[in-house]
Nanobody
Framework: QVQLVESGGGSVQAGGSLRLSCVDS????????MAWFRQAPGKEREGVAS???????AYAASVKDRFTISQDNAKNTVFLQIDSLKPEDTAIYYC??????????????????WGQGTQVTVSS
């Protein structure tokens, strides 16, 4: 059974960095699409990064140069490194897992499993 738990959020100043972690207790990271989403207050949830079992990443255009997704299969963990944080990055960040059909994993929210989220707050 897939159970996703995020950690690593916090309050940081603009320009800083954070590394978010998502642990899958179901040990399925190596065989599923894994993705990070975020939802800012008053806004719709948006996909920011995904990674396939082949390690192929995908990024939203708005974060491509600052966000890096990676995975450690031995630890059943997916990471999201966020650099040069901006106040507009303030959001709850969610980890998601879904079926991999080959190729790049999507950034749409059609994922079956979701974590509870971790808050990221960036002050100017």
């Amino acid at each position: 059974q897939v159970q996703l738990v995020e950690s690593g959020g916090g309050s940081v100043q603009a320009g800083g960095s954070l590394r978010l972690s998502c642990v899958d207790s179901g040990n399925t990271v190596s065989s599923r699409c894994m993705a990070w989403f975020r939802q800012a207050p008053g806004k719709e949830r948006e996909g920011v990064a995904s990674i396939a079992p082949s390690r192929r990443p995908a990024y939203a255009a708005s974060v491509k140069d600052r966000f890096t997704i990676s995975q450690d299969n031995a630890k059943n963990t997916v990471f999201l490194q966020i650099d040069s944080l901006k106040p507009e990055d303030t959001a709850i960040y969610y980890c998601a897992a879904g079926t991999w059909n080959g190729g790049t994993c999507p950034l749409g929210d059609d994922y079956k499993y979701w974590g509870q989220g971790t808050q990221v707050t960036v002050s100017s």
